[in-house]
């Protein structure tokens, strides 16, 4: 079953959205280590669409979570803001030194690292984010 959430594309709607997303995983026996991925994920994209999609204050996110029969969680976002894939960015250059490191890169780095797929389609106008992870 898919469930969505609307909000605004705000910081101060994260909470939101990532209880939103991690709503009912403990009865389902998901790992704490798998929620923390998927939290991590989740904020890191969510916190990019909120700085970088829209001037403030002026869009919104849609959210869609569904849990497939075989324990697959799907998560995506999907904004009406810039076009921007978000996967085409190169990773970071991990070996430098924290003070050489170019700023950005990291967070979607991670947020990748930490789920078991991540895709982006740009459709109809919207930046469409999937992120998929066993739950277990």
Known sequence: MKETLIVPAADERL???VE??????DARGCP????????????EIFVNIAHYAYPPG????TVTREITP???LRVTLSDSGTAYDPLERPGPELSLPIEEKPEGGLGIF???????RTYYEHRGGKNI??????LR
């Open 32 to 43: 704490e280590v798998t929620q923390l991925q998927i939290e991590l994920a989740v904020e």
């Open 20 to 25: 939103f997303v991690l709503n009912g995983l």
């Open 70 to 72: 075989g324990g697959l």
């Open 15 to 17: 909470d939101e959205v």
């Open 129 to 134: 984010l999937t992120l998929e992870k066993k």
């Open 58 to 61: 002026h869009g919104s996110v």
């Open 110 to 116: 991670m947020a990748r690292k930490s789920m078991d």
